[in-house]
């Protein structure tokens, strides 16, 4: 069904069951998963997010202006790529970490042709350091890249497996959409990727897959056109 995507994780599945920190454990359980899909033949960007170490905008009135606060937030992404890009390596898949400020030699400074390179040449592509910019989530981070690699989706890995009509963590009668419009998304408020994010993939179009990344084999089901998760789409 796709052949190259661009996959979000959040910080906080990198965190293990408390969310924080770099869990060992959950960090090999996706090396795996990764791996497997790429042997294969998949080609796969990835996105962290950097909640498990730091979130920019906690920093507000904690002492931080926002700009720092989003600063310190890239460089948690930039940690958590470079975590999970060994983890890879010891699956035997090559991995490399691009940043979206320059950062020689701790990683390669981000640069479109070289990222799609890497996917041609059967390697991952840990696109990290968000926008560059702070004011940016890395959701919208994660949908720019899509964009530009040209990804024939963003999935989004989460503990959840689709999108809900409510928290289903919080409420046990949420019921779980299997497909959407983006335009139903945005008339139903439901919160699949902050605005910035879904208006780039409308715009795109590049559909948004939600599912749950723990479930073991769902990212390689979900490639090989299996139904996942939730799918969004024009």
Known sequence: ??????????????????????????????????????????????VNGGGNI????????????????????MLATVINSLALSSALRSEGIRAEVFTATPMEPIAKYYERDAAVKVLEEGGVSLLSGGTGNPFFSTDSGAALRALEIGADAL?????????????????????????????????????????TAFALCEQGPVPIVVFDINEPG????????????????A
């Open 1 to 46: 069904m796709y052949k190259r995507v661009l996959l979000k994780l959040s910080g906080e599945s990198l965190g293990g069951p408390t969310g924080k920190g770099i869990d060992e454990e959950s960090l090999k359980k996706f090396a795996k998963q990764i791996s497997s899909a790429v042997k294969e033949g998949f080609q796969i960007a990835i």
């Open 54 to 73: 730091f979130r920019g905008i906690q920093g507000l009135g904690k002492g931080y202006d926002r700009v720092t606060g989003d600063r310190m937030g």
């Open 155 to 195: 999935l989004k890995g989460t503990r959840v497996d689709g999108v809900y009509t409510a928290d289903p963590e919080k409420d046990p009668s949420a019921v779980k959409y299997s497909e959407l419009t983006f335009q139903e998304a945005l008339l139903k408020h439901l919160k699949v990727m902050d605005q």
């Open 218 to 233: 769902s990212l390689l089901k979900l490639l090989r056109g299996e139904k996942v998760g939730t799918l969004v789409h």
